[in-house]
Nanobody
Framework: VQLQASGGGLVQAGGSLRLSCAAS????????MGWFRQAPGKEREFVAA????????SYADSVMGRFTISRDNAKNTVYLQMNSLKPEDTADYYC??????????????????WGQGTQVTVSS
């Protein structure tokens, strides 16, 4: 399974970005997906996750109400819409995939496949 994340960039505080993650696997439509992020000098942390049907999501408290995870199974793509960005959202963002039919998870070690990361920088 290959995951290709894109959409990162430099944005001012209060702005928006939409990250995309394209998956190569034919099993994408049955795989839970997650977004994690890692800031310089910090551990990787959970951001958002979505179940394979797209009707169940979870978020980190720090992004609740500002970020939205969604997926388009016809395009093998998962998205992370990020609004009201803050400087503390600055990090490398990674998409991840679990094996088919598993539940979505907030735990990074539960995920089996990872994209290469896309950098998000929020200036104050």
């Amino acid at each position: 399974v290959q995951l290709q994340a894109s959409g990162g960039g430099l944005v001012q505080a209060g702005g928006s970005l939409r990250l995309s993650c394209a998956a190569s696997a034919r099993t994408f439509s049955t795989s839970p997906m997650g977004w994690f992020r890692q800031a310089p000098g910090k551990e990787r942390e959970f951001v958002a996750a979505i179940n394979w049907g797209g009707d169940s999501t979870s978020y980190a408290d720090s992004v609740m109400g500002r970020f939205t995870i969604s997926r388009d199974n016809a395009k093998n793509t998962v998205y992370l819409q990020m609004n009201s960005l803050k400087p503390e959202d600055t990090a490398d963002y990674y998409c991840s995939s679990r094996k088919p039919f598993y539940r979505r998870s907030k735990i990074s070690s539960d995920y089996d496949y990872w994209g290469q990361g896309t950098q998000v920088t929020v200036s104050s």
